[in-house]
């Protein structure tokens, strides 16, 4: 029995690609969830910067994915079939660009992070704040008075808090990493979906060898060897 290496790679690079879908769906999930929780110092950084991430875009390309690899399945299992691979490597194309605008959304906001930050400290409640505070051992924002710091166990007095480090710095950095992460992981998925439709292509390029093959044959009569 002849292995055909050209649609086990592809079979293997497509099990990657329905994974990634399959990932990005559970980590939405699970953001979403914490979201939800009461805010604590073990959360409250997160959640904020979340605020300002396509979620509901992670959504839509988890089953734009799923799509894919479904058609895939089909087109795979069609063995004689073309034209819905084709349809499976437009999908794909589809998922890479929004793949692409979702990691290059979160990218954009690590550049302005700390004018972001401020005006998401801004926004937030004074017990919001203190939470920030107390999770990086800061007082105030850009300084103890700039926004004037709030009073809790961390930032106790004036005193207390003008020997501390503004929040500006930790937050910053917190927020970079965290964001990093993400737009990373959103380019790694980009990366796949590129092996991929490059793979698909390869496919299609040799069903319609073989098929070519089969009508020559057929014409000269071997069709039935």
Same mark, same amino acid.
């Given at each position: 029995?002849?292995?055909?290496?050209?649609?086990?790679?592809?079979?293997?690079?497509?099990?990657?690609?329905?994974?990634?879908?399959?990932?990005?769906?559970?980590?939405?999930?699970?953001? *979403?969830?914490?979201?939800?929780?009461?805010?604590?110092? !073990?959360?409250?950084?997160?959640?904020?910067?979340?605020?300002?991430?396509?979620?509901?875009?992670?959504?839509?390309?988890? @089953?734009?994915?799923?799509?894919?690899?479904?058609?895939?399945?089909?087109?795979?299992?069609?063995? !004689?079939?073309?034209?819905?691979?084709?349809?499976?490597?437009?999908?794909?194309?589809?998922?890479?660009?929004?793949?692409?605008?979702?990691?290059?959304?979160?990218?954009?906001?690590?550049?302005?992070? *700390?004018?972001?930050?401020?005006?998401?400290?801004?926004?937030?409640?004074?017990?919001?704040?203190?939470?920030?505070?107390?999770?990086?051992?800061?007082?105030?924002?850009?300084?103890?008075?700039?926004?004037?710091?709030?009073?809790?166990?961390?930032?106790?007095?004036?005193?207390?808090?003008?020997?501390?480090?503004?929040?500006?710095?930790?937050?910053?950095?917190?927020?970079?990493?965290?964001?990093?992460?993400?737009?990373?992981?959103?380019? @790694?998925?980009?990366?796949?979906?590129?092996?991929?439709?490059?793979?698909?292509?390869?496919?299609?390029?040799?069903? *319609?060898?073989?098929?070519?093959?089969?009508?020559?044959?057929?014409?000269?009569?071997? @069709?039935?060897?």
């Amino acid at each position: 029995m002849t292995i055909d290496k050209i649609l086990l790679t592809f079979l293997g690079l497509d099990a990657l690609f329905a994974a990634t879908g399959g990932a990005l769906l559970a980590a939405v999930f699970i953001l *979403k969830n914490g979201m939800a929780e009461a805010s604590n110092t !073990t959360n409250v950084a997160t959640n904020l910067l979340l605020l300002g991430t396509p979620l509901t875009g992670g959504i839509i390309l988890a @089953g734009l994915v799923f799509l894919a690899f479904l058609v895939s399945l089909a087109g795979v299992t069609i063995s !004689t079939s073309r034209s819905v691979l084709k349809l499976h490597t437009w999908l794909v194309i589809a998922c890479a660009i929004m793949t692409l605008i979702l990691g290059l959304d979160v990218w954009f906001s690590t550049l302005k992070t *700390k004018s972001h930050l401020g005006v998401l400290w801004s926004q937030q409640t004074t017990s919001m704040q203190s939470l920030l505070q107390q999770k990086f051992n800061c007082c105030g924002y850009l300084s103890s008075t700039s926004p004037p710091f709030q009073q809790d166990n961390t930032c106790a007095n004036p005193i207390v808090a003008a020997s501390k480090s503004p929040c500006v710095g930790p937050f910053s950095n917190f927020a970079n990493s965290f964001l990093d992460v993400m737009f990373t992981a959103m380019f @790694g998925f980009v990366a796949l979906d590129v092996m991929l439709f490059l793979s698909g292509v390869v496919v299609l390029k040799d069903r *319609k060898e073989k098929e070519r093959y089969r009508l020559i044959d057929a014409k000269n009569g071997f @069709g039935g060897i």
